[in-house]
T-cell receptor, first 114, second 116 residues
């Protein structure tokens, strides 16, 4: 069974530039999560999808961050414009359903903003 | 809001020894779930073990076991017969399954190094 796929694995951009991250969840997983992991910290939820609906985006900075999950499968997280403080690892995870189901994590995208 | 505290930023033990990682949490809920996740260097995070708060019996998974003390809001992870492959960041996480709150709240992690 293929795991959660994320691309790119690494991205270096200059501040004020746009950037996008892509995630392909495990087949059959209806719930998809985007997390932000700062250096030395645990992941923090940015947004959670149930199929194509964003059911929890309360922690997503909507002035510069956006996300979509068209057709309820793949998802894209975008930052525009990027700031120095956005340098972090962006993790995608998926699960069979919401609640106490195991979340399967992707390898993450490490973003460096210079 | 729930909080998760891991007070040991780093730990190291000799291979084959037993090590215990600490985690405390704060919640007003009675029904919830607790998890330990492992994040090896440059690899993705994987679930180690899960505990339902309504179960009094401590969860075990092979060499991994937990000591769940609900009244004390404590959830420690014990790794027996530690192996080099156990070297990783370990995150304690809390989940409130009530509608609208189904998200994992993670602690800051403990970096565990197994010494050959």
């Amino acid at each position: 069974e293929a795991g959660v796929v994320q691309s790119p694995r690494y991205k270096i951009i200059e501040k004020k530039q746009p950037v996008a991250f892509w995630c392909n969840p495990i087949s059959g997983h209806n719930t998809l999560y985007w997390y932000l992991q700062n250096l030395g910290q645990g992941p923090e939820l940015l947004i959670r999808y149930e199929n194509e609906e964003a059911v929890d985006d309360s922690q997503l900075p909507k002035d510069r961050f956006s996300a979509e999950r068209l057709k309820g499968v793949d998802s894209t997280l975008k930052i525009q414009p990027a700031e120095l403080g956005d340098s972090a690892v962006y993790l995608c995870a998926s699960s069979f359903g919401t609640g106490p189901y195991e979340q399967y994590f992707g390898p993450g995208t490490r973003l460096t903003v210079t | 809001a729930q909080t998760v505290t891991q007070s040991q930023p780093e730990m190291s033990v000799q291979e084959a020894e037993t090590v215990t990682l600490s985690c405390t949490y704060d919640t007003s809920e009675s029904n919830y779930y607790l998890f330990w996740y492992k994040q090896p260097p440059s690899r993705q995070m994987i679930l180690v073990i899960r505990q339902e708060a309504y179960k009094q019996q401590n969860a075990t998974e092979n060499r991994f076991s937990v000591n769940f003390q609900k009244a004390a809001k404590s959830f420690s992870l014990k790794i027996s017969d530690s192996q080099l492959g156990d070297t990783a960041m370990y995150f304690c996480a809390f989940l409130d399954p009530n509608f609208g709150n189904e998200k994992l709240t993670f602690g800051t992690g403990t970096r565990l190094t197994i010494i050959p």
